[in-house]
C-alpha cells in the first residue's frame, strides 16, 4: 500500500470507529475531504486488506465495513483494527514473494539463487517475475526485522529461517509465553508489535503437535483505537528523533473540519486544503494515558516549542539533519519548560491545592493509594483521620484537572481560586443533567 493510501485508511478507520458507522456516505466524505468516489473504493480496498489478512469475510457478504464495527463490536476481543498493519507497505507481488521466500526456507537453509528459482517458478502467471537484486532486497529486509539469518560460512550465503525459539520450547512453555505477550500488549503502549507477536504465537499453538488451540485466560477490550492508528507514524518519528532529523509532514488540528487531503500531482486538479505545511524538529514523543493519545513535542524555527496530536499528522517525510549540539540545546530547553508538566503544558506553573476525603470504613485507603500512585510529584503535606492535602507545582490547570475530577466527591480543590470555580461549575453543570424533566417526578 502507497504510504498517502495508509494515511486516507487510518483517517478513514478512525472516524468509521469514532461515529460508529452513523454518518452517510457523503458526510463521511465531506469530513474527511474526499470524494464519494473515493469513499466507495476505500471501503473495497478495506474489505479486500480484511479478507486477505484475516483469511474470513464477514457472515454476510453484502455486509458494509461500517456495520461491522457499530455491530460486531463485541464479538472479539481482539483490536479489530490492527489488519490495517499486517497489510502496510506491501504490495500484492511483495506479499507474495515473500510468502514464497519464507515457505522455502523453513524447511532447509537457501542461497539467494535457489531462492530466486522458487520465485520464478511459484508465483502467478499475471506477476512479473523478480530479478536477483530484487530478491537479495527481500533478504535484507527480512533479516533486518528478524525472520531469517544468514548462516556462516563462505559465499554464497545461505539464509534460514530464524525460528529457534518457538522450536526450542514445549507446548507449556509456548502458553506461557503466549499470555505473558497477551498481558503486556494489552496493558503496555505502544502495543502493536506485541500484537502482531501475539497473533503469531497464536498461530503457532494452533498448529501444536497434540492440536491444542490457544486459550486465553485473559479477555480485554479495547477502546482507543487511535493509539493503535497513530502507532504508524511513532517509530517513525522515533527514527527521526534518533538521527536528529527535522520532518515535513501535512497537519490537521483536532478542529480542523477536515482531518484528511489528498496529495494532488497535477496542478489541474490543485485545491486548498484546511491542512498545514508543517517542517519542525521533532524533540519527543509523549503518551496520554487519560484520553489515549500520542503527542508529538517539536521545535519550529518560527515559533519556538510546538505541540501536535499523532491523528492530525498525514504525508509524513524525514528532512534534513542537524548537528548534536543543536539538538540537545533544543531538547534541554523543551526539558526546562516542561519540568512541571503534568502532560505537555508549557504554560505558567500553578500551585495546585486539593483537599482528598477518605473512604469511611475502608483499608485499605484506595483513596490515598491512588494519590501516591498517580500524583507524580506532588506530596501530601496535611493529613487526619477525614482526610488529606495533597500539594503539587505544575504548568497550567487544564492537564490535571480530569485526574482531579475523576475523584468525584472524594476530592474538594482548595488552590488556586481558578481551578476551584471551574470545577464548580462542571458539576452544576453535571447535575443540571439529571435534573427530573418534570417538577412532580
Known amino acids: 500500500m502507497a504510504k498517502e493510501s495508509f494515511d486516507k485508511e487510518i483517517q478513514f478507520l478512525r472516524m468509521l470507529v469514532l461515529t460508529s458507522g452513523a454518518?452517510?456516505?457523503?458526510?463521511?466524505?465531506?469530513?474527511?475531504?474526499?470524494?464519494?468516489?473515493?469513499?466507495?473504493?476505500?471501503?473495497?480496498?478495506?474489505?479486500?486488506?480484511?479478507?486477505?489478512?484475516?483469511?474470513?469475510?464477514?457472515?454476510?457478504q453484502g455486509r458494509e465495513l461500517?456495520?461491522?464495527?457499530?455491530?460486531?463490536?463485541?464479538?472479539?476481543?481482539d483490536p479489530m483494527l490492527l489488519f490495517l498493519f499486517r497489510a502496510k507497505s506491501l504490495k500484492e507481488s511483495e506479499?507474495?514473494?515473500?510468502?514464497?521466500?519464507?515457505?522455502?526456507?523453513?524447511?532447509?537453509?537457501?542461497?539467494?539463487?535457489?531462492?530466486?528459482?522458487?520465485?520464478?517458478?511459484g508465483l502467478a502467471d499475471d506477476l512479473p517475475f523478480p530479478d536477483e537484486k530484487t530478491i537479495r532486497s527481500d533478504l535484507k529486509y527480512l533479516e533486518e526485522v528478524g525472520v531469517i539469518r544468514?548462516?556462516?560460512?563462505?559465499?554464497?550465503?545461505?539464509?534460514?529461517?530464524?525460528?529457534?525459539?518457538?522450536?526450542?520450547?514445549?507446548?507449556?512453555e509456548l502458553m506461557d509465553l503466549f499470555d505473558f505477550v497477551d498481558v503486556m500488549a494489552n496493558t503496555r503502549v505502544p502495543s502493536v508489535q506485541g500484537y502482531l507477536l501475539r497473533d503469531g504465537l497464536k498461530k503457532i499453538l494452533a498448529r501444536s503437535h497434540d492440536g491444542r488451540d490457544a486459550v486465553e485466560p485473559f479477555?480485554?477490550?479495547y477502546h482507543y483505537y487511535s493509539r493503535i492508528?497513530?502507532?504508524?507514524?511513532?517509530?517513525?518519528?522515533?527514527?527521526?528523533?534518533?538521527?536528529?532529523?527535522?520532518?515535513?509532514?501535512?497537519?490537521?488540528?483536532?478542529?480542523?473540519?477536515?482531518?484528511?487531503?489528498?496529495?494532488?500531482?497535477?496542478p489541474l486538479f490543485e485545491r486548498d486544503t484546511e491542512g498545514r505545511q508543517e517542517r519542525t524538529l521533532p524533540l519527543k514523543v509523549v503518551y496520554d494515558h487519560q484520553y489515549g493519545r500520542w503527542y508529538l513535542l517539536a521545535h519550529n524555527r518560527r515559533e519556538g516549542t510546538r505541540k501536535y496530536r499523532l491523528e492530525g499528522i498525514t504525508q509524513f517525510e524525514e528532512d534534513d539533519q542537524v548537528t548534536e549540539d543543536f539538538f540537545q540545546g533544543k531538547r534541554e530547553?523543551?526539558?526546562?519548560?516542561?519540568?512541571?508538566?503534568?502532560?505537555?503544558?508549557?504554560?505558567?506553573?500553578?500551585?495546585?491545592?486539593?483537599?482528598?476525603?477518605?473512604?469511611?470504613?475502608?483499608?485499605?485507603?484506595?483513596?490515598?493509594?491512588?494519590?501516591?500512585?498517580?500524583?507524580?510529584?506532588?506530596?501530601?503535606?496535611?493529613?487526619?483521620?477525614?482526610?488529606?492535602?495533597?500539594e503539587i507545582l505544575v504548568n497550567g490547570i487544564t492537564e490535571i484537572k480530569p485526574w482531579l475530577r475523576s475523584f468525584g466527591s472524594s476530592c474538594e480543590v482548595l488552590a488556586p481560586n481558578q481551578l476551584r470555580r471551574e470545577m464548580i461549575a462542571e458539576w452544576k453543570e453535571i447535575a443540571a443533567y439529571y435534573e427530573p424533566v418534570r417538577e412532580d417526578l
Not at 464519494?36 to 473504493?41: A, E, G, L, M
Not at 461500517?66 to 476481543?77: G, L, M, N
Not at 514464497?100 to 522458487?118: C, F, I, N, R, S
Not at 544468514?150 to 507449556?172: H, I, K, T, W
Open 219 to 221: 479477555l480485554y477490550k
Open 229 to 266: 492508528l497513530d502507532e504508524a507514524h511513532l517509530f517513525t518519528l522515533l527514527h527521526a528523533i534518533g538521527n536528529r532529523r527535522r520532518v515535513r509532514f501535512l497537519y490537521f488540528s483536532p478542529k480542523s473540519e477536515k482531518s484528511y487531503a489528498s496529495r494532488n500531482t497535477n
Open 23 to 60: 454518518y452517510s456516505r457523503q458526510q463521511f466524505a465531506d469530513r474527511l475531504g474526499i470524494s464519494v468516489h473515493t469513499f466507495d473504493k476505500t471501503i473495497r480496498k478495506l474489505k479486500e486488506i480484511v479478507g486477505a489478512v484475516q483469511q474470513q469475510q464477514p457472515e454476510e
Open 333 to 390: 530547553e523543551l526539558d526546562h519548560k516542561t519540568a512541571h508538566s503534568w502532560l505537555i503544558d508549557t504554560g505558567a506553573p500553578a500551585a495546585v491545592r486539593v483537599r482528598f476525603y477518605n473512604p469511611e470504613a475502608s483499608q485499605p485507603n484506595f483513596i490515598k493509594e491512588r494519590v501516591l500512585l498517580q500524583g507524580q510529584w506532588g506530596s501530601i503535606t496535611d493529613e487526619d483521620e477525614q482526610s488529606f492535602i495533597y
Open 150 to 172: 544468514r548462516e556462516p560460512g563462505a559465499r554464497p550465503f545461505r539464509y534460514r529461517m530464524q525460528n529457534d525459539l518457538v522450536q526450542q520450547l514445549s507446548d507449556d
Open 95 to 121: 506479499s507474495q514473494r515473500i510468502s514464497l521466500l519464507l515457505a522455502a526456507l523453513h524447511g532447509q537453509p537457501l542461497t539467494a539463487m535457489e531462492l530466486l528459482d522458487v520465485c520464478c517458478g
Open 66 to 77: 461500517a456495520e461491522t464495527i457499530r455491530f460486531q463490536y463485541y464479538d472479539s476481543a
